[in-house]
């Protein structure tokens, strides 16, 4: 079966721009989440969506946001961008999020200049 | 503080040796426990997983990983390594209450010499 893709792959965006990130989960699972991947923090957990409800939520600012839709498929938005939110953002889907595996895409590239 | 540890940034194993990645957590709960091995410029594939049972987990790859709750580690292990298995390899850990929430190390590079 298909695996989590995310779209676009690749993007490169200028200091205060907006950028939204796709991510549409394998087929029957219900649980979404989001992390960021730099050289300098490693990976870090940004929110969790579970039935288009945001269940979990790390330590970033407001500046990150997410939302999943009935179809599960789900979005991030990072508004203002700054320098240092170049980095890849892989999504994650479980089948509920809880006990289950989680399995990755391939990630979105965001460079910010 | 709840955190996971790696404390090989970057191993050499010549091709057909033995390998061993370390890693050892700090968690308040139940831990579930998982590795992640990713390719340059890919995402992460799940090598293998434990939640509870045995502590002896088998995953793929030929790669096996032992639990062992009174060292809080987790080590990977992989009798003989192939040039195909250089990349980073990640431990990561969790807990139910916790959902997807996992709290990753920083990664051991493998390079694999002929």
């Known amino acids: 079966k298909a695996g989590v893709t995310q779209t676009p792959r690749y993007l490169i965006k200028t200091r205060g721009q907006q950028v939204t990130l796709s991510c549409s989960p394998i087929?029957?699972?219900?649980?979404v989440s989001w992390y960021q991947q730099t050289p300098g923090q490693g990976l870090q957990f940004l929110f969790e969506?579970?039935?288009?409800?945001?269940?979990n939520k790390g330590n970033f600012p407001g500046r990150f946001s997410g939302r999943q839709f009935s179809n599960s498929r789900s979005e991030m938005n990072v508004s203002t961008l700054e320098l240092g939110d170049s980095a890849l953002y892989l999504c994650?889907?479980?089948?509920?999020?809880?006990?289950?595996?989680?399995?990755f895409g391939e990630g979105s590239w965001l460079t910010v200049v | 503080a709840q955190s996971v540890t790696q404390p090989d940034i970057h191993i050499t194993v010549s091709e057909g040796a033995s390998l061993e990645l370390r890693c050892n957590y700090s968690?308040?709960?139940?831990?579930?426990l998982f590795w992640y091995v990713q390719s340059p410029g890919q995402g992460l594939q799940l090598l293998l997983k434990?939640?509870?049972?045995?502590?002896l987990v088998q995953g793929i790859k030929g790669f096996e990983a032992e639990f062992k709750r009174s060292q809080s580690s987790f080590n990977l292990r992989k009798p003989s390594v192939h040039w195909s298995d250089a990349a980073e390899y990640f431990c990561?850990?969790?807990?139910?209450?916790?959902?997807?929430?996992?709290?990753f190390g920083k990664g051991t590079t493998l390079s694999v010499s002929s």
């Open positions: 994650a889907s479980s089948r509920t999020g809880t006990g289950n595996t989680i399995y």
């Open positions: 087929s029957g699972h219900r649980s």
């Open positions: 969506y579970f039935s288009e409800t945001q269940r």
């Open positions: 968690y308040g709960a139940t831990p579930y």
């Open positions: 434990y939640f509870s049972g045995d502590t």
């Open positions: 990561a850990v969790g807990a139910e209450q916790a959902g997807t929430a996992l709290i």
